[in-house]
């Protein structure tokens, strides 16, 4: 993408040094201001939905009824959503989509601020609102890593990924502070000017170094393009399929075992909502240390921190302490976001870029499927089992299936590409690392 600094100077004048490094470039850094105001108004807004449903009169089954409202056309249009965004320009995906979170979050706030809402109408709106994010995230993904070179890749996308957690961390505390002073509905008014401000910051990007698409047969044609892409190379099905696991074993803990534990043994909601900022602080730790650490075998690297995503698990089954479940939860934190850099690297050098934001959209897919069951069977799994024996069967698939992953060849072998000024610096030869079997459009 272009970059403002890199524009020649003007005849006779030395050129002014960049006060930005040269792999954050124009859209790089308009992506990530963006990406900064919508977690602060959507982390916010997240607090905001659950007390609007309560003060309208409506019990916790109305907000589970909600949320499912938001997350069923996120999983149902994501596989469509990344089609579109690789047939048509994806910065106008994104402001489209980010237009429709705007009117749906706008009408949200009016209904709450007037006393007005009810529960069917809350579902439709969160329902647009998930929608609109089916749509944005393949196309926001595909645009992230077509915005940054492959030689500072790594740490484009830890510095992203720092923001974007740091905004969430502080978008939810000033959302529950503005939730008990303001009110719920203010707060989602919020959110939709966030989406405004962020869907006018993305209609800046410039797309003119992105390489033309070309003409392709009808969207499922797209689809099954994009799903031949996804299926030719095992070490991406096979972490996508151990993180649909994975995610649907976090989102039970999180969204129903962990608040429980708190309330029944740990003193209340206080808590559990340290321990759920300290994870917060965690991510934004492991972006920092991948801002400096490369490693060269990249999903072995990050498959290997998989393996601390159990340790919440285990805590809330002993239970240990609250001081003890925050600390966990910072591990864990941390341990996610190296693999998330990891991650991202690996799709950035391996995924053709016309192709990018279906794959990311085949990812988005299998990786949130299984979270509506998980979360309906927590409960019938606590009645059957018991409570720290569902917590420890949770943790302990987490470990079985991530140890499984690492028995793939292309996981254990899939390496980091020598940049360019690498390269040129380094002896002829072969790579002392096997080369993981990738399609040639990949290569």
């Known amino acids: 993408m272009n970059n403002p600094a890199d524009s020649p100077a003007s005849p006779g004048r030395a050129p002014l040094p960049s006060r930005r490094p040269e792999w954050a470039g124009r859209n790089y850094v308009l992506l990530t201001a963006a990406t900064i105001v919508t ?22 089954g109305d907000v589970g009824l909600v949320a499912m409202a938001r ?57 647009l609102c998930g929608t609109g994010q089916a749509f944005f995230n393949p196309a926001a993904e595909g645009m992230l890593m077509a915005s940054v070179s492959g030689e500072q890749a790594s740490r484009a996308f830890a510095v992203y990924r720092m923001a974007m957690h740091g905004a969430g961390i502080g978008g939810a ?27 006018g910051l993305r209609a800046f990007l410039d797309v003119d170094g992105v390489p033309d698409r070309a003409p392709g047969g009808g969207l499922f044609a797209d689809l099954r393009e994009g799903w031949q892409e996804f299926v030719s190379r095992p070490w991406l099905w096979s972490i996508v399929a151990q993180f649909s696991v994975v995610v649907a074993l976090i989102g039970a803990v999180e ?11 740990l003193g209340g909601a206080r808590p559990w909502g340290i321990a759920l900022a300290a994870y917060g602080v965690g991510t934004v730790a492991g972006a920092v240390l991948m801002t400096r650490w490369k490693p060269r075998r990249l999903l072995f690297v990050g498959t290997l921190c998989v393996f601390p995503i159990a340790l919440p698990s285990a805590a809330l089954a002993v239970p240990l302490d609250a001081a003890g479940l925050t600390g966990m939860m910072f591990v864990s934190g941390v341990a996610i976001e190296v693999f998330g850099v990891s991650w991202m690297t690996a799709m950035h050098q391996e ?11 085949y990812d988005w897919f299998g990786s949130t499927a299984l979270l509506p069951l998980s979360t309906a069977l927590a409960g019938p799994a606590e009645s059957a089992f018991g409570r720290s024996e569902a917590l420890w069967g949770a943790a302990a698939l987490m470990v079985v299936v991530t140890a499984l992953v690492l028995l793939v060849p292309d996981v254990r072998n899939l390496t980091r590409r020598p940049s360019a000024k690498e390269a040129a610096g380094a002896p002829p030869g072969p790579s002392t690392e096997p080369e993981p079997t990738r399609t040639p459009q990949g290569a």
């Open 173 to 199: 505390a000033l959302g529950g502070a503005l939730v008990a002073f303001v009110g719920p509905g203010w707060v989602l008014a919020v959110d939709a000017l966030a989406f405004a401000v962020a869907g």
């Open 39 to 60: 977690n602060l108004g959507a982390h916010g807004a997240l607090i905001a939905t659950t007390w609007a449903v309560f003060e309208s009169g409506g019990s916790a």
């Open 255 to 265: 969204a129903v075992f962990g608040p429980l534990v708190a309330r029944d043994q």
């Open 71 to 127: 997350f069923l056309p996120l999983v149902l249009f994501l596989l469509i959503g990344g089609a579109v965004a690789d047939r048509i320009p994806r910065h106008r995906v994104m402001v489209a989509a980010n237009a429709l979170n705007c009117v749906s979050q706008a009408l949200f706030a009016v209904l709450v601020i007037s006393g007005e809402a009810r529960i069917w109408q809350m579902m439709v709106l969160t329902a």
């Open 351 to 361: 995924i053709p870029e016309d192709k990018l934001s279906r794959v990311s959209a």
